[in-house]
């Protein structure tokens, strides 16, 4: 028996480090798509079981009261099922997982005091390794995943995979929390209260005025897909010369995750007005922003642009949306500097660009829902629109690029509705 592995955030040091943080973002946004608590539960097991390459995979959720474990939802390449068992709370390495509330891998566990004879000898097969990690929500333990054997005569499970499934816990955690959270609300009638407040309180914090002087302006447009949105807009005016404009969105359609966001755009201002640099703003934003709200665990798509009119520089920092557009007379670039949304790994370091503003110029930048707004025919709005559309409206003042573009995309839709929240924000230099 291997012993067991508290989880840790991976470094990102390698193109396959990478790779594995996409999927693992990927899944992460998959398992948050849904507040339906029956779609949640079987999403996750699906996925985690293709992705880890197991045998099976078991979600188990935790009953407070009666201190007991009950096995929710199985996923078997053998077809058999244990949904409906029930174990008490402490049993082998399902209570061990629970109580230390920390990812574990076992090899060749029986005979050990964590083998589960009662379930593992139901499917009539021997286990040669087995891979676990908790569902924590609020700081407190509500399920456990367990996966059992790889595939194909595979290698045993490992260190990898136990941070890896500690990572992709984190995000079924809170799915799981969220749906359970809506059952609640939606059967007890105080949602549609909570809604209302949540969606009042995202209109008071965007800014009222964004910058119009002669040298600096700003536009903006946020489009929610429902009652809630999760994306935000801010500029915060740092001097004569300088100014700090962010465009941000978080992952999930919650109301938690709603609440979220304007947390990230409160403490994005907050220390825009106390930090000395662009990197001491993300950076620390990125350490403390996972703190805020326990359980919350997906990060902060944001872009951060520093503009000193005075010196003529663009400082920015872009941490997981898409790049935006700058188009300099009849240059058109992209402002490349893609780095990982705030709040996901709180080692992580940012690096800002800075760019010399020679000449003229205007910048849009824009949320994943802009880009991927599918008309009739399912063709996203795509980049290359985007492009055309930013050409053409390159003398317009920076609010009336941003209200056409709001309108462009709509008339793109056409008849189709609207799938995912859009946000963008267009600045001119001079």
């Not at 063709?379 to 055309?388: C, K, N």
Request: hydrophobic share 40%; proline share 5%; aromatic share 8%.
């Amino acid at each position: 028996m291997k012993a067991a592995t508290a989880h840790c955030p991976p470094d990102i040091e390698t193109e396959r480090d990478l790779l594995d943080y996409e999927k693992i973002y990927e899944l992460g946004t998959l398992f948050n798509s849904s507040l339906k608590l029956e779609e949640v539960l079987g999403s996750i097991l699906k996925e985690l079981k293709a992705f880890f390459e197991a045998e099976a995979s078991y979600l188990w959720l935790y009953d407070e009261r009666s201190g007991s474990l009950a096995c929710a939802l199985s996923e078997s390449d053998s077809g058999h099922s244990l949904d409906g068992v029930i174990l008490p709370a402490d049993t082998g390495s399902l209570g061990w997982c629970l109580r230390y509330k920390e990812p574990l891998f076992l090899e060749n566990p029986e005979g050990t005091p964590l083998f589960i004879s009662k379930i593992d000898m139901i499917n009539n097969r021997s286990v040669s390794s087995v891979l676990l990690a908790p569902l924590v929500a609020e700081d407190r333990s509500i399920g456990i995943i367990r996966l059992v054997n790889k595939k194909y005569g595979r290698e045993s499970f490992n260190r990898e995979d136990a941070d890896a499934l500690g990572a992709l816990a984190k995000s079924a955690s809170l799915a799981v929390h969220n749906a359970r959270l809506y059952d609640e609300l939606s059967s007890s009638g105080r949602l549609l209260k909570e809604v209302d407040f949540a969606s009042k309180l995202q209109v008071a914090i965007l800014p009222g005025n964004l910058p119009d002087t002669g040298k600096l302006e700003a536009g903006a447009f946020i489009q929610a897909a429902g009652d809630l949105t999760t994306e935000f807009y801010d500029c915060i005016r740092l001097g004569e010369n300088r100014s700090l404009l962010a465009l941000g969105r978080v992952g999930g359609r919650t109301f938690s995750a709603a609440i979220f966001m304007g947390i990230a755009q409160a403490m994005i201002r907050s220390l825009a007005l106390t930090c000395s640099s662009l990197v001491e703003i993300a950076e620390i934003t990125n350490k403390y922003l996972p703190k805020t709200i326990r359980g919350r665990t997906s990060g902060v798509k944001a872009l951060l642009l520093l503009i000193d009119t005075g010196k003529n520089t663009l400082e920015y920092i872009n941490a997981g949306l898409p790049p935006p557009l700058i188009l300099k007379g009849r240059r058109l670039d992209f402002l490349l500097n893609n780095g990982i949304p705030l709040g996901e790994f709180p080692s992580a370091h940012y690096t800002p660009e800075k760019i010399k503003l020679k000449n003229e110029g205007v910048i849009l930048a824009y949320t994943e829902g802009v880009s991927r707004a599918s008309g009739p025919r399912e063709e996203p709005f795509g980049v290359s629109r985007l492009a055309r559309f930013l050409k053409r409206k390159k003398d317009l003042p920076a609010r009336q690029i941003a209200e056409d573009l709001r309108k462009e995309i709509f008339l793109h839709l056409g008849t189709c509705p609207q799938a995912e929240d859009m946000a963008a924000l267009a600045v001119k230099f001079k």
